[in-house]
């Protein structure tokens, strides 16, 4: 197996990301045949209604994580929540599921918001490009 430092942490909702504060986290990669990763993730108690809400739906949850380093480019995953802990003010999340390789949501929403902002032509292509390499948040959910 190997670990990997939790950066940041992004859900997908509808065609936004929405931000959830990571305190501390890991993804940890099994290594197995399915391709199976953990990502496990502590953050405030006020995220704690809506991971119950997600938890209990049949649907996998789209995320999106940075991780080692800010600058890396993000990781998309197709996961479902194995559990959800209370602690101190905090809770705790354990999430399971796979690399979402074929999608690059992060480049299309980026472009996306370039375009509603009123970017076009070169204008757009400086700005997409800059925006790629500085990697900043998007418009939250």
Not at 79 to 101: A, F, M, N, T
Not at 110 to 138: I, N, S, W, Y
Request: with cysteine.
């Amino acid at each position: 197996m190997k670990t990997f430092k939790m950066i940041s942490f992004h859900i997908f909702d509808e065609d936004k990301l929405r931000e959830i504060h990571v305190e501390s986290g890991l993804a940890i990669n099994k290594e197995d045949q399915k391709g199976t990763w953990l990502l496990e993730l502590f953050t405030d108690r006020d995220y704690y209604d809506l991971f119950r809400q997600l938890q209990q739906s049949t649907q996998d949850l789209r995320v999106q994580i940075v991780i080692t380093h800010a600058m890396n480019d993000p990781a998309f995953f197709c996961v479902h929540i194995r559990g959800i802990k209370q602690l101190d003010g905090k809770i705790s999340l354990l999430l399971e599921g796979r690399l979402d390789r074929g999608r690059n949501d992060y480049s299309y929403l980026l472009l996306k918001d370039l375009v509603e902002q009123g970017a076009t032509g070169e204008e757009l292509l400086h700005r997409f490009q800059e925006k790629l390499r500085t990697k900043p948040k998007l418009q939250k959910a």
